[in-house]
């Protein structure tokens, strides 16, 4: 089955503790990236990554890090967590066909976080 | 960064009505256009696209007008099923940018 996996799904951490959510898809997909959802504000993208060690910010980097050392996976990091990280995540991949805009994304369950 | 925008919800319909959403970009380089689909606490999924000529779904259809800027989606005979958050995305390069979402609720 197509599909994009998150881990963890619910994370519960205190404020300095370094964590990682891993994102891993399963299409072949060259572009993936990380989403944070907050009430009223929306999608936000935190990074994203066209292909293997291709990387590069969205709207809301701070305090975040990301790597792409393969093409299937795509780990967010937090290198030190604070309270307003407290967040709904998500990750999601898309393609393109050759000389075309991007397709639709696909996007993982998500990763509800909370930083104490 | 330039904005997805719009229409503020909430929506509140009864069964079997006629709902329409719009949203703006500001981006004229915009290339691509989706409307996703959101449940509660859920992750979005896809909608349709949007193509510049139209294009329905059932009972949606999805227009595009790039001389205004703006998306649309029209639902039909509306159930109790599509109550959600309705999110457009345009896509310039390789920046996909949200809108904030349109909550729908549909009544009995």
Request: charged share 20%; with cysteine; net charge positive.
């Amino acid at each position: 089955e197509a599909q994009v996996t998150q881990n963890p799904r619910y994370l519960i951490t205190v404020t300095g503790k370094k964590l990682t959510v891993t994102c891993s898809q399963n299409m072949n997909h060259e572009y993936m990236s990380w989403y944070r959802q907050d009430p009223g504000l929306g999608l936000r993208q935190i990074y994203y990554s066209m292909n293997v060690e291709v990387t590069d910010k969205g709207d809301v980097p701070e305090g975040y890090k990301v790597s792409r050392k393969e093409k299937r996976n795509f780990p967010l990091i937090l290198e030190s967590p604070s309270p307003n990280q407290t967040s709904l995540y998500f990750c999601a991949s898309s393609y393109r066909l050759a000389g075309a805009s991007y397709n639709e994304q696909f996007f993982g369950p998500g990763t509800r976080l909370t930083v104490l | 960064r330039k904005e997805v925008e719009q229409d503020p919800g909430p929506f509140n319909v009864p069964e079997g009505a006629t709902v329409a959403f719009n949203c703006t970009y500001s981006n004229s380089a915009s290339q691509s256009f989706f409307w996703y689909r959101q449940d509660c606490r859920k992750e979005p999924k896809l909608l349709m696209s949007v193509y510049s000529s139209g294009n329905e779904d059932g009972r949606f259809t999805a227009q595009l007008n790039r001389a205004s800027q703006y998306i649309s989606l029209l639902i039909r005979d509306s159930k109790l099923s599509d109550s959600a958050t309705y999110l457009c995305v345009a896509i310039y390069g390789q920046n996909f940018v949200f809108g904030p979402g349109t909550r729908l609720s549909v009544l009995p």
